[in-house]
């Protein structure tokens, strides 16, 4: 079964810093990868995926994530933070195969804080 | 602004009693998702349907089920309510049932079993 730890419940930066959102995940297929992100009482929007076409993965919002098999990795980054990427942010996992269909195991999430 | 529709937005109701929320999937899209979302246990997937058909369950109680109809909205049903069914409860919808396909979220129900 495949899983996802992110590491970090809480990651707080300030305006125009580097943000880094740690996730590692566990498959033992070749997984599908992404970042979602959920703003106060809304859903969950799609950041960016990983499909296995290339492991630089570039997303909305200036987001973007690398995934590295060595690592089973798939931190997410984004240049310098605005006030507006204030959120919980969520790493998910899914396989081909098998009985898993399109279902989504997600990370624990990770909450970031930007401060002015 | 995701185009999957869910109502209603809130419900309060008591425990032992049954609710049914509501799913409409974006136009196009034959695969429905739920997904619980609660402080102690997360995002955790309970159900997928394809076209009308069952496709994969997850962390499920019997308690629960679901459906999606010809016109491809989906329904939950949660009986016999007790207090930790207290959730957020997110619809999703893709246009396949493959694991490659991004899912787009519902605002999702907010249920309070008081």
């Known amino acids: 079964a495949q899983s996802v730890t992110q590491l970090g419940s809480h990651v707080s930066v300030s305006e125009g810093a580097l943000v880094l959102l740690r996730c590692n995940y566990s498959?033992?297929?070749?997984?599908?990868l992404f970042w979602y992100v959920q703003y106060p009482n809304q859903g969950l929007q799609l950041l960016l995926k990983?499909?296995?076409?290339?492991?630089l993965v570039k997303g909305i919002n200036g987001f973007e994530a690398e995934f590295k098999k060595s690592e089973t990795s798939f931190h997410l980054t984004k240049p310098s933070a605005h006030m507006s990427d204030a959120a919980e942010y969520f790493c998910a996992v899914s396989v081909s195969g098998g009985t898993s269909y399109g279902k989504l195991t997600f990370g624990q999430g990770t909450i970031l804080t930007v401060h002015p | 602004d995701s185009g999957v529709t869910q109502t209603p937005k809130h419900l309060i109701t008591a425990t032992g009693q049954r609710v049914t929320l509501r799913c409409s999937p974006r136009?196009?899209?034959?695969?429905v998702y739920w997904y619980q979302q609660s402080l102690d246990q997360g995002l955790q997937f309970l159900i997928q349907?394809?076209?009308?058909?069952?496709?994969a369950k997850g962390n499920i109680l019997e308690r629960f089920s679901a459906q999606q109809f010809p016109d491809l909205h989906s329904e939950l049903n949660l009986s016999s309510l007790e207090l930790g069914d207290s959730a957020l409860y997110f619809c999703?919808?893709?246009?396949?049932?493959?694991?490659?396909?991004?899912?787009?979220f519902g605002p999702g129900t907010r249920l309070t079993v008081t």
């Open positions: 498959s033992s297929v070749p997984p599908y």
């Open positions: 999703a919808s893709s246009v396949s049932d493959q694991s490659s396909y991004e899912q787009y």
């Open positions: 349907y394809y076209n009308g058909e069952e496709r």
């Open positions: 136009s196009g899209d034959l695969s």
């Open positions: 990983y499909t296995s076409a290339a492991t």
